[in-house]
C-alpha cells in the first residue's frame, strides 16, 4: 500500500494481514487496521494529505502531481472530509443563516444553512428552494435543539420566512443587509436603463457602459472610474439623486435603536417626493412590508456578522469554479459542509 513519499521517492508499505476463523459466527475475517484507508491500497496518513492538497487544487491538478487516478483522489478526498465532520460533530446552532445557491443551469437551486457563531456551514439540500425543502433541516436538527435557535438571518424569500415561524417561532428573523443591497443596486440599475433610453446625442454616451461604476462604492472604483461618475452625475440629475440615495442607505445598519432607524428610514423615503424615481418607490414599500426583520438588528443581541453567508456563496462559487462544475451533488455537499474546517 502506498504511503507518504519521501522526498521524492514514493514509499510503499508491503505487510501481511492476519486471517482469523471467527468461533461465534463461523466467519473468516481480515485484521482490523486503524492506519489503513477506507481504500485498502493507501495509508490514511497518505489519504489525509491528498485530502489537504484538494482543499486548494482541482482533483485532476492532484492526480497529475501524485501520478494516481482521479477518481480515486476523488475517493480518498471524500474519506478525509468525512472525518473532519466526525470530528467536529453533530451542529447545535444558536443563530442561522440560510441562502439558497444554484448547482446547475434551469434554476436548480439547494438550501445552504450555516452556524453564523461558529461560522461555518452545517446543511447543504433539499430539492429546491420551497417551503418543503427548508422543513427538511430542521427535521433533521430536531425539536430539542431548534428550541435553543434565538436567531436566523435569510433574504425576503417568504418560504424560508414561513417554515423558520413555524419549526423556530421563538426565534427572531433578521433580514440580510446584502440581499436588501442587492434589491437597492437593481433598482439603480432600473434607474440607468430608463435614463439611457429616454436620453439621446452625447447625455446618452455619458451613461452607456456606467453599470458596474454606479454600483460600486466610489472609494472602490479606480482613478478612472470615478472620472467617469462624477462627469455621469454633473450631466444627469436623476441619476445623482438616485446614487446618493444607494450610498446614504447603508447607514440603516449603523443605529442601535429601532427609533432611529425608523426616523432615518422616513427622512430617506421622505427625499424620494417629486424625483419620479418608481424602482425606489417601490423598494422602499418592499422595506416598509419587511420592516420587523429589518430593525431586528438593531438590537444588541442581534448584533453578528451579516458578511458572513454571502462570502460563503462567494467561496462556493469558487469550489464550482475550480471543478468545472460538479456533477456529484454528495461530493459537492462534503466540499460545502468542511470548507470552513481546519485541515486535519
Not at 481504500?39 to 497529475?64: E, H, I, M, W
Not at 423558520?164 to 434589491?183: E, G, N, S, V, W
Not at 428610514?265 to 425606489?280: D, G, H, I, M, V
Amino acid at each position: 500500500m502506498r504511503d507518504l513519499s519521501c522526498g521524492d521517492t514514493r514509499v510503499y508499505l508491503e505487510m501481511e494481514v492476519r486471517r482469523v476463523a471467527c468461533p461465534r459466527c463461523q466467519a473468516v475475517k481480515s485484521e482490523r487496521l486503524d492506519w489503513v484507508a477506507d481504500n485498502p491500497f493507501y495509508t490514511k496518513r497518505f489519504a489525509y494529505y491528498v485530502g489537504r492538497r484538494c482543499r486548494d487544487s482541482s482533483l485532476t491538478a492532484v492526480a497529475q502531481e501524485l501520478r494516481l487516478d482521479w477518481k480515486t483522489v476523488k475517493d480518498l478526498d471524500q474519506q478525509y472530509m468525512r472525518e473532519q465532520l466526525r470530528r467536529v460533530g453533530c451542529p447545535g446552532p444558536l443563530v442561522l443563516g440560510i441562502d439558497e445557491i444554484s448547482i446547475r443551469k434551469g434554476h436548480t437551486y439547494r438550501i445552504v444553512v450555516s452556524d453564523l457563531l461558529r461560522r461555518r456551514p452545517i446543511w447543504f439540500g433539499g430539492e429546491d428552494r420551497s417551503e418543503a425543502s427548508m422543513d427538511q433541516f430542521y427535521v433533521g436538527l430536531g425539536p430539542r435543539k431548534c428550541r435553543r435557535i434565538r436567531l436566523a438571518v435569510m433574504d425576503m424569500w417568504k418560504a424560508f420566512f414561513n417554515s423558520a415561524r413555524r419549526h423556530i417561532p421563538q426565534a427572531a428573523i433578521l433580514y440580510d443587509k446584502f440581499h436588501i443591497m442587492q434589491h437597492l443596486g437593481e433598482a439603480l440599475d432600473q434607474v440607468r436603463k430608463s435614463e439611457y433610453a429616454r436620453l439621446t446625442g452625447p447625455e446618452r454616451g455619458f451613461i452607456k457602459g456606467q453599470k458596474y461604476t454606479l454600483l460600486s462604492h466610489r472609494e472602490n472604483l479606480t482613478l478612472e472610474g470615478r472620472r467617469a461618475l462624477k462627469k455621469l452625475l454633473q450631466v444627469n440629475r436623476r441619476l445623482q439623486v438616485a446614487y446618493l440615495l444607494k450610498e446614504s442607505f447603508g447607514q440603516l445598519w449603523s443605529y442601535e435603536r429601532a427609533g432611529w432607524a425608523r426616523r432615518f428610514f422616513e427622512n430617506w423615503k421622505s427625499a424620494l417626493k417629486w424625483q419620479r424615481l418608481k424602482p425606489y418607490e417601490k423598494f422602499a414599500r418592499m422595506i416598509d412590508a419587511h420592516w420587523d426583520g429589518i430593525a431586528a438588528f438593531c438590537q444588541p443581541e442581534n448584533k453578528v456578522s451579516l458578511g458572513f453567508v454571502e462570502g460563503l456563496n462567494n467561496k462556493i462559487r469558487v469550489i464550482q469554479r475550480r471543478a468545472f462544475g460538479l456533477r456529484d451533488e454528495e461530493y459537492l455537499r462534503l466540499k460545502i459542509l468542511t470548507c470552513m474546517l481546519p485541515a486535519i
